[in-house]
T-cell receptor, first 113, second 113 residues
């Protein structure tokens, strides 16, 4: 079955450490997105990418980095510069053509100790 | 700029209709969406409406769009306990392949048996 796989589901890290969240899709979608979800704030866009080797900052990119070396993969690194990294992170993808409907992964919950 | 607003909480009795409201600010939106999120999971698309439509019905779901007031609503008929979840309104903005999807804060629907 086609879909988006995020890993790990739960992740704990110490302050000052970088951590990378994985997002892989086998839907042949061109565009991929990372959102952060906090209670009462909904989803906020971190980064998005429309094609391989190209990506744009979203509304809250500071303290995060991404890469898009392959169409299927869009990993997100939460760096030590991110002041409040504890959150639920959601990856999504969509085709460039047709209706702009996002398909989401199941999410990764990051907790900084 | 873009901003999508929703009330945070709605409580209804099982069997009643639920109406979840959303306002948006960007008049250039192409598509507007409703997504559902169950606890600890990613978002799943419920329905969407193209910006030149006023209404869309899909089984128990009715979407109404008032472009003049930039108001979107989702009506769920005969609400069931399985409908308890967070519902997100979202809009798609931007040209062609570089569309950006902006989400509201989410409305938590509680269905009382």
């Amino acid at each position: 079955d086609g879909g988006i796989t995020q890993s790990p589901k739960y992740l704990f890290r110490k302050e000052g450490q970088n951590v990378t969240l994985s997002c892989e899709q086998n839907l042949n979608h061109d565009a991929m997105y990372w959102y952060r979800q906090d209670p009462g704030q909904g989803l906020r866009l971190i980064y998005y990418s429309q094609i391989v080797n190209d990506f744009q900052k979203g509304d809250i990119a500071e303290g995060y980095s991404v890469s898009r070396e392959k169409k299927e993969s869009f990993p997100l690194t939460v760096t030590s510069a991110q002041k409040n990294p504890t959150a639920f992170y959601l990856c999504a993808s969509r085709p460039i053509q047709g209706v702009n409907v996002l398909t989401f992964g199941a999410g990764s919950r990051l907790t900084v100790l | 700029g873009e901003d999508v607003e929703q009330s945070l909480f709605l409580s209804v009795r099982e069997g009643d209709s639920s109406v979840i409201n959303c306002t948006y600010t960007d008049s250039s939106s192409t598509y507007l969406y409703w997504y559902k999120q169950e606890p600890g999971a990613g978002l799943q698309l419920l329905t969407y409406i193209f910006s030149n439509m006023d209404m869309k019905q899909d089984q128990r779901l009715t979407v109404l769009l008032n472009k003049k007031d930039k108001h979107l609503s989702l009506r769920i008929a005969d609400t069931q306990t399985g409908d308890s979840a967070i519902y997100f309104c979202a809009e798609s903005i931007g040209p062609g392949g570089y569309q950006k999807v902006t989400f509201g804060t989410g409305t938590k629907l509680q269905v009382i048996p």
